[in-house]
C-alpha cells in the first residue's frame, strides 16, 4: 500500500546539517506511522526516531536526541528528518520505514520487524 523512496543524502563535513526526505505514495499516507532506521558499515540496522499518524508524537534514539528532528507533512506524502551538529558516527544508509500499525510498546517502535514497508535508503557520509 506504500512505496518509499529516500532523498537528501549526501558528504557533510562534520558539524554540518542534512535534510532527509521520505517520498510516500498511497492513499492511507497519513494513518502510517514513520520512522527512521540507519546501518552503518559493518553494523546493524539500528532505530534513529519515530513519528505517529499526526506527527504530534515522536521517539528519538539516545544517541541522536538534541541534534536530528523529524517531521511529516501528510498533505505532500512526505516525512522529513532534520539534521544537525552532524559526527562522523552519524555515517550510514539511512532508511525510511512506515507500518499501518499504531505501536506505544518502545521495543516494538524500535525494532525494524515492527515495519512493514521500507525505502532502498540514502547514504550520508560525515567527515572529520
Given amino acids: 500500500q506504500v512505496q518509499l523512496v529516500e532523498s537528501g543524502g549526501g558528504l557533510v563535513?562534520?558539524?554540518?546539517?542534512?535534510?532527509?526526505?521520505?517520498?510516500?505514495?498511497?492513499?492511507?499516507?497519513?494513518?502510517?506511522?514513520?520512522?527512521?532506521?540507519?546501518?552503518?558499515?559493518?553494523?546493524?540496522?539500528?532505530?534513529?526516531?519515530?513519528?505517529?499518524?499526526?506527527?504530534?508524537?515522536?521517539?528519538?534514539?539516545?544517541s541522536v536526541k538534541g541534534r536530528f528532528t523529524i517531521s511529516r507533512d501528510n498533505a505532500k506524502n512526505t516525512v522529513y528528518l532534520q539534521m544537525n551538529s552532524l559526527k562522523p558516527e552519524d555515517t550510514a544508509v539511512y532508511y525510511c520505514a512506515a507500518d499501518p500499525d499504531v505501536h506505544t510498546w518502545v521495543p516494538l517502535i524500535t525494532t525494524e520487524s515492527s515495519y512493514m514497508y521500507w525505502g532502498q535508503g540514502t547514504q550520508v557520509t560525515v567527515s572529520s
Fill in 13 to 62: 563535513q562534520a558539524g554540518g546539517s542534512l535534510r532527509l526526505s521520505c517520498a510516500a505514495s498511497g492513499r492511507t499516507f497519513s494513518e502510517y506511522t514513520m520512522a527512521w532506521f540507519r546501518q552503518a558499515p559493518g553494523k546493524e540496522r539500528e532505530f534513529v526516531v519515530v513519528i505517529n499518524w499526526s506527527g504530534g508524537r515522536t521517539y528519538y534514539a539516545d
